[in-house]
């Protein structure tokens, strides 16, 4: 379930784990389960009593632009929790596969974990062969960026640039 938290002012992901513990997950921004500065520091902590307490807090990414997470506990009692990195610029979709003993630990400790697994990459610009013939080259640029790049003249010839 996604909800506002009032106390940290920031949405959260609350997944109730289907494993053998039943605790909740709560994934949300910041290193302290009451507190965050902005899209950064995405982190995972465990409730054992319905959302009193919180316990763990372990880091699934430290950098900015971290946002949209959500998750779920496979059968085997792995958690994967998703979340988008720099939307608008880098367009990553992440995947962390941890435990709740890594959760708890602040760190990662079971031997299959690992954190920041790319799910998606950019899509990527539509590459095109521009013509240097300046430099004797034929130098593969983005599409979008060949404008920039360089420069044709009346007669269809390309500058360098």
């Given at each position: 379930m996604d909800m506002f938290d009032g106390r940290a002012g920031v949405w959260v992901t609350i997944c109730k784990n289907p494993g053998a513990s039943g605790r909740l997950l709560l994934v949300k921004h910041g290193n302290k389960v009451d507190a965050h500065k902005g899209r950064v520091q995405l982190s995972a902590w465990l409730s054992d009593d319905?959302?009193?307490?919180?316990?763990?807090g372990l880091i699934l990414d430290e950098r900015k632009g971290i946002s949209y997470p959500d998750g779920f506990q496979a059968p085997d009692g792995?958690?994967?929790i998703?979340?988008?990195?720099n939307r608008a610029t880098e367009g990553e979709i992440l995947m962390p596969r941890v435990t709740e003993a890594d959760v708890l630990a602040r760190q990662l400790v079971a031997p299959k974990s690992k954190l920041k697994m790319p799910i998606s990459g950019p899509?990527?610009?539509k590459q095109t062969r521009v013509a240097n013939e300046s430099c004797n080259e034929k130098p593969l640029v983005a599409a979008s960026d060949a404008p920039h790049r360089r420069a044709a003249d009346s007669a269809g010839r390309i500058a360098c640039g």
């Amino acid at each position: 379930m996604d909800m506002f938290d009032g106390r940290a002012g920031v949405w959260v992901t609350i997944c109730k784990n289907p494993g053998a513990s039943g605790r909740l997950l709560l994934v949300k921004h910041g290193n302290k389960v009451d507190a965050h500065k902005g899209r950064v520091q995405l982190s995972a902590w465990l409730s054992d009593d319905e959302r009193v307490t919180w316990n763990g807090g372990l880091i699934l990414d430290e950098r900015k632009g971290i946002s949209y997470p959500d998750g779920f506990q496979a059968p085997d009692g792995i958690l994967y929790i998703s979340y988008d990195r720099n939307r608008a610029t880098e367009g990553e979709i992440l995947m962390p596969r941890v435990t709740e003993a890594d959760v708890l630990a602040r760190q990662l400790v079971a031997p299959k974990s690992k954190l920041k697994m790319p799910i998606s990459g950019p899509l990527g610009r539509k590459q095109t062969r521009v013509a240097n013939e300046s430099c004797n080259e034929k130098p593969l640029v983005a599409a979008s960026d060949a404008p920039h790049r360089r420069a044709a003249d009346s007669a269809g010839r390309i500058a360098c640039g």
